[in-house]
């Protein structure tokens, strides 16, 4: 039997690589997923990928950060579905910029797709998942949240949020039996990262990470699968990074055996 069989799942970023690889994911496990994203074309194309595939979808245009918006998804969902089971928060935007650079506009952007986003669709998603009594939240914080990096103030900043948030969230919600936890990855090759991280950049993470290289964006979806299923029933208030070993390391050299 499939992981999540006959599940309803809203997968948010969905237009996304790595939106897109835990969307398909969950669909081939069984999943009727709901694909949102900013992009209406973006989440009809991998609604479209996995009905191809033969299984369930359907897209959704949203804004995660218009309250309005989110509202009308989670309500969409429940009219077609009749509930959500799941819920991934991939949805965000990224910024390299200087601390001392960074404008008011820029910070208030990021704070607002990756922490009032993730907030505003996990609070709404939640109020049906406790009037079910059950349902698993899972969002996709970084290592940008643990880590103090270069031109990372405002997205490490709301990473860091949305790790406070995981934590808060997984002891209110536990009573209605949901379970919240969360992703830190590290570096991903993505369609983004392929334009944005030049050949000195990925030198500087591949020397921090014990692996040698980026995660496969199927390996965050992997990770995301085994929060989803009934294997990780018992985890919950917890950040699972995915990174390689980056975040365990400190200094790395070749011993002389």
């Given amino acids: ?5 006959n599940k309803i799942a809203i997968v948010t970023g969905a237009g996304g690589d ?3 690889s835990i969307a398909t994911r969950f669909a081939r496990e069984g999943a009727f997923v709901v694909a949102a994203d900013l992009d209406a074309k ?3 194309a991998t609604a479209a990928e996995i009905i191809a595939s033969g299984c369930k979808a359907r897209a959704q245009c949203v804004d995660v950060a218009v309250q309005a918006q989110v509202e009308e998804l989670v309500a969409s969902t429940v009219r077609n579905s009749g509930g959500i089971d799941l819920l991934v928060n991939v949805a965000g935007v990224g910024l390299t910029k200087s601390f001392l650079t960074t404008t ?3 910070w208030e952007k990021v704070l607002r797709v990756n922490l009032t986003g993730c907030f505003l669709c996990s609070q709404a998603v939640a109020r049906v998942m406790s009037a ?6 899972i969002n996709i914080a970084s290592l940008s949240g643990q880590r103090g990096g270069t031109g990372r103030a405002a997205y490490g900043a709301s990473k860091a949020g949305v790790t406070m948030l995981t934590k808060v969230m997984a002891v209110e919600l536990a009573r209605y039996c949901i379970t919240v936890n969360e992703i830190a990855p590290g570096p991903v090759n993505t369609e ?10 990925r030198d500087a993470y591949c020397r921090l990470i014990p692996m040698g290289r980026y995660a496969e964006r199927n390996e965050i979806a992997d990770a995301a699968l085994f929060l989803a299923s009934s294997e990780a029933d018992f985890i919950n208030g ?4 995915v990174d390689g070993g980056f975040s365990a390391a400190g200094l790395i050299f070749d011993l002389k055996e």
Avoid: P
């Fill in 104 to 106: 008011l506009e820029q």
């Fill in 238 to 241: 917890q950040t699972l990074n």
């Fill in 18 to 20: 790595i939106g897109r």
């Fill in 1 to 5: 039997m499939r992981r999540l069989e």
């Fill in 132 to 137: 079910q009594k059950r349902g698993k939240i």
């Fill in 192 to 201: 983004m990262t392929a334009v944005t991280h030049d050949e000195a950049t």
């Fill in 42 to 44: 973006r989440a009809e």
